[in-house]
């Protein structure tokens, strides 16, 4: 297994260093850098690894389901209705009023508060 030791100016790398452009017609040739930085305790002082990872086509084994599809349109749906809802300034001062009232011991943010009311809102018209 290959060790990387970075410079001391360097402390840690984490992430992708080169990707693989997926557009390009050689795409398949190319390789990821991927550097990981392990901060768990351990007894090894190996923390840092680097991975090559090639272009892999993660293909689905089974169909989508009926269920799977029902869920996927209700997501879109619900996060288009917040985005319109967002921009409504005729619910927004009442909208934001509910939330404060709520936040407390409810959702922390206005999105999830207004997903939440979009999504009854469309659980009630597609039961």
């Known amino acids: 297994m290959a060790k990387v030791e970075y410079a001391d100016a360097i402390k840690t790398v984490s992430g992708a260093l080169t990707k693989i452009n997926k557009k390009s017609e050689h795409a398949a040739d190319q390789k990821m850098v991927l550097a990981t930085h392990r901060t768990a305790p351990t007894t ?37 209705a917040v985005a319109v809802r967002r921009k409504n300034i005729s619910t927004i001062a009442s909208d934001m009023a509910a939330f404060n009232a709520q936040k407390e ?16 809102a469309y659980d009630q018209q597609n039961p």
């Open 105 to 120: 011991t409810g959702y922390k943010t206005f999105y999830q508060y207004l997903f939440h009311v979009c999504s009854d």
């Open 44 to 80: 090894s002082k190996a923390c840092s690894r680097l991975y090559l990872r090639g272009l892999s086509a993660v293909t689905r084994s089974t169909p989508v389901t009926s269920d799977e599809q029902a869920q996927r349109n209700k997501f879109a749906a619900v996060v288009r």
